[in-house]
């Protein structure tokens, strides 16, 4: 494996550390990687060593490249700064993704505490997007954000069509970022229809990283360090994974969510067909007249048409004929 330290800005004290597995040779299946670019925590007045390198030996070894970003702090970190060292960081990354053997657009960033602000930051509000976000007990809301840096954004209140999926996960005996910011980031996500995974603990203390006995002796919820194997699952459904053949396609993707498609189909929830003219219109030939689809009115934003196909015994000509007149319709809700 090849370190680099990579110096942003020399006068911020800004830099990227990159852990560059090798492809081809022994691993002939693979000739690029997806990545991590991981921005640890400590209220925006230090980095914290529990939330770099222990976090990313696990995305190593599940086959991703993985690169630290240590970004301004204390009163270098008045906004916007922080950001664009992320914005700079990815950039980065994403030129460098021959040299580094990374798939451009298959790269997460993961951020815990202040770091989890300035990721969902990057999620919801940036230029170079990461495809996805981990974030871990995240400072979210402005009001908490601002106690650590009075010119912190607000996070949900940013979150829009635009931001990447996102796995959240905290404990609800957080004693320092309240619980209630990675349940407020969750409701944004669902307001504005954005695939998420979350995962809410039933205790433990700010700070866990990992979870891992080498680097917390405090007491905690025995699943907490699940999440290290279930966001490297996720993103292996969102992104694709890693395995001795090469990288492998994702097991949903952009399809996780069927009302960010560009086009119509069956993975559309009803009440997004019903807002589309057209949509409405193939819906009431289904089902008689009934704009709904027959789907309760309570489940219309989460029952999807192929859901509701299950009950309508359609053959599997007519689905596929379906699925095509779907496919030739733009996604937009504009008559």
């Not at 240590?70 to 906004?79: D, F, G, I, K, P």
């Not at 405090?218 to 699943?223: H, L, S």
């Not at 709904?292 to 192929?306: H, S, W």
Request: net charge negative; proline share 6%.
């Amino acid at each position: 494996m090849q370190t680099e330290y990579i110096v942003l800005n020399a006068e911020r004290n800004v830099n990227l550390t990159a852990y560059v597995q090798p492809v081809g040779g022994d691993f002939a299946g693979l000739t690029h990687r997806p990545a991590v670019l991981i921005i640890p925590g400590g209220g925006y007045h230090f980095c914290s060593d529990r939330e770099a390198d222990p976090v990313a030996f696990p995305y190593l070894k599940a086959g991703y490249q993985a690169f630290i970003l240590r970004y301004s702090l204390n009163e270098q970190a008045l906004w916007p700064n922080p950001l664009s060292d992320y914005e700079q960081a990815m950039a980065l990354i994403r030129q460098n993704a021959e040299k580094w053997h990374v798939a451009a657009d298959r790269i997460a960033v993961i951020g815990f505490s202040a770091g989890g602000h300035l990721a969902a930051c990057a999620a919801a509000m940036s230029v170079n997007r990461p495809n996805a976000a981990i974030l871990g007990y995240p400072v979210i809301d402005g009001d908490c954000a601002q106690d650590y840096l009075p010119t912190a954004p607000d996070v949900p209140s940013a979150v829009d069509e635009n931001t990447c999926p996102c796995f959240v996960f905290a404990t609800r005996t957080d004693n320092l970022v309240p619980v209630r910011n990675a349940v407020h980031m969750v409701n944004a996500l669902l307001a504005h229809d954005i695939a998420f995974e979350s995962h809410i603990y039933s205790n433990g203390p700010h700070g866990l990283s990992t979870g891992d006995a080498s680097i917390n002796g405090q007491a905690f919820c025995d699943r907490y360090p699940d999440w290290v194997g279930d966001s490297i699952a996720w993103l292996s459904d969102v992104l694709g994974g890693v395995s001795a053949q090469g990288l492998t396609a994702p097991r949903f993707g952009s399809a996780i969510n069927g009302n960010r498609q560009k086009t119509l189909n069956l993975d559309c929830t009803i009440a997004h067909l019903t807002a589309h003219p057209q949509g409405r219109a193939i819906l009431e030939e289904l089902t008689g007249g009934r704009p709904n689809g027959g789907a309760p009115a309570a489940a219309m934003d989460v029952i999807t048409l192929r859901d509701s196909l299950q009950y309508m015994g359609l053959p599997a000509a007519a689905i596929q004929t379906l699925e095509a007149r779907l496919g030739a319709i733009q996604n937009s809700r504009e008559e």
